[in-house]
């Protein structure tokens, strides 16, 4: 066992309200320079939704032929010798500033002297398709107009909206907000890609960081990233990355984002994880063992073993105690209720998520009670609004079983609740399911 530090985020999704303050202000804070103009270190993705660089989860087609190894590497897939030499010289594909979309610059001056118009004003909104096929709008920060609404290819039936067949199916949308901000993985394959070395994981606090004295501007980081959470500063030339605030943290201030955000919803904390077994968990062979492989790298800090190793490995001893009042390792290990995004990326990312239980439809409608109305809990989760097997593609490599048993726990956790709160004796059943 090798006991090492590394500072993680939790966020619950359930409570984010999509206001984009922790964009705005990470941004105010971080890249409001000129050449990342573009860039948003934090941004919030309406899901489902394309995400940021669009399409960005499309690793075939990000990677061209490239594939990340299990050290986190590129590494070249098939081909002849001819096509892996040609591959060798071509960086493989990168997003396009349309990707990106267009940055913009604010006008304070409009906020006292614009007008009165007819209309609020809005974001030009950028169409991906042309003509009658105009239907999907989208940005970096908005991803708003269809959310989960089938994709019925007529326009007109659409905005009209007045068939039964729309209706129904409107009545089964859903939407939910993703802030996403670099996962300072614990196997960061935008190190293992850098031919500079520039690339590097702090062995105080694993954030992972870009020397930008070492960075030749390659942009094999950029590719190298399955979450594209590195950019290019096309001024300077070099790479740019999410810092997790370290020069605040250092001195025991939140993250920018953490500190500034509305719902309250991001938990920062110390994990200790055993570094001799990250390269192991990353190689579990079926992907929907992933999550969990992780899971077990993270060491308890109640353990006088792994007390004991912290020390032997220099690990101070109020970061241990850190660790054990650690949100992150509770809301992750104890209570088992978040989940990391896209684990089959097997980088072993470092921000995990508390995946959202939101409004139950069918329960509200019929009875005009909640999910965590005691009477309606175990009926409620039957009918969730969000499609389990969408959050499990989001967190679970397609596995819905872990991510329903998170559900269950919220909810029962949520109506254990109510009935403490209410002063009414808790349900044994959802008592036994809060666990
Ligand atoms: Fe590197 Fe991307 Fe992981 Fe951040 S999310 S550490 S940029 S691989
Ligand atoms: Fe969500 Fe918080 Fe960001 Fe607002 S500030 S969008 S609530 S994460």
Redesign the pocket.
């Known amino acids: 066992m090798r006991v090492m530090a590394q500072l993680a985020m939790v966020m619950n999704l359930d409570k984010c309200i999509g206001c984009h303050t922790c964009s705005v202000t990470c941004k105010q804070a971080w890249t409001n320079r000129t050449g990342v103009e573009y860039v948003w270190f934090n941004n919030v993705e309406t899901r489902p939704g394309q995400g940021y660089p669009r399409r960005y989860e499309d690793q075939e087609t990000w990677r061209g032929g490239w594939t990340l190894n299990r050290r986190?590497r590129l590494a070249l897939k098939g081909g002849g010798r001819f096509k892996k030499l040609l591959t060798i010289f071509s960086n493989p594909k990168l997003p396009a500033i349309d990707d990106y979309y267009e940055p913009w610059t604010y006008d304070y001056e409009q906020l006292t002297n614009a007008p009165l118009q007819e209309h609020t004003p809005v974001a030009r909104p950028k169409s991906l398709l042309s003509g009658k096929d105009m239907k999907i709008s989208w940005s970096a920060n908005w991803d708003d107009d269809l959310a989960g609404a089938p994709d019925h290819g007529d326009k007109d039936v659409l905005l009209k909206g007045i068939a039964d067949k729309v209706r129904f199916e409107f009545e089964q949308t859903f939407m939910f907000y993703l802030p996403r901000i670099?996962?300072?993985?614990l196997n960061?394959?935008?190190?293992a890609s850098c031919p500079s070395g520039a690339?590097y994981?702090r062995e105080e606090d694993g954030i992972?960081l870009v020397d930008q004295d070492r960075c030749r501007g390659w942009r094999m980081?950029v590719s190298?990233?399955?979450?594209?959470?590195?950019y290019f500063n096309h001024r300077t030339g070099k790479a740019e990355?999410?810092t997790f605030c370290f020069p605040r943290v250092e001195v025991g201030i939140p993250t920018v984002c953490s500190e500034t955000c509305v719902g309250r919803l991001r938990y920062i904390g110390l994990m200790l994880y055993d570094a001799d077994a990250v390269l192991a968990a990353a190689s579990t062979a079926n992907e929907h063992d992933l999550y969990e492989a992780q899971r077990r790298v993270f060491l308890d800090p109640n353990d006088p073993a792994v007390a004991a190793e912290a020390e032997r490995a220099g690990i101070p001893r109020d970061w241990v105690e850190a660790a054990r009042r650690s949100p992150v390792y509770a809301l992750i290990n104890t209570y088992k209720v978040a989940l990391p995004l896209h684990p089959e990326y097997r980088?072993m990312?470092m921000v995990w998520y508390i995946p959202p239980l939101s409004p139950v439809v069918d329960v509200v409608r019929d009875t005009g009670h909640d999910a965590e109305d005691r009477g309606n809990l175990f009926a409620a989760i039957e009918a969730l609004r969000i499609p389990v097997d969408y959050l499990a593609q989001l967190f679970t490599a397609g596995d819905p079983a872990p991510v329903d048993a998170v559900l269950r726990r919220l909810a029962a956790m949520r109506s254990y609740m109510r009935d403490v709160n209410l002063g009414r004796d808790p349900d044994e059943r959802i008592a036994s399911a809060v666990g």
């Open positions: 986190g670099c996962e300072h993985c960061p394959s935008c190190a690339i994981k992972v980081c190298g990233c399955p979450y594209k959470k590195v990355k999410c980088t990312p």
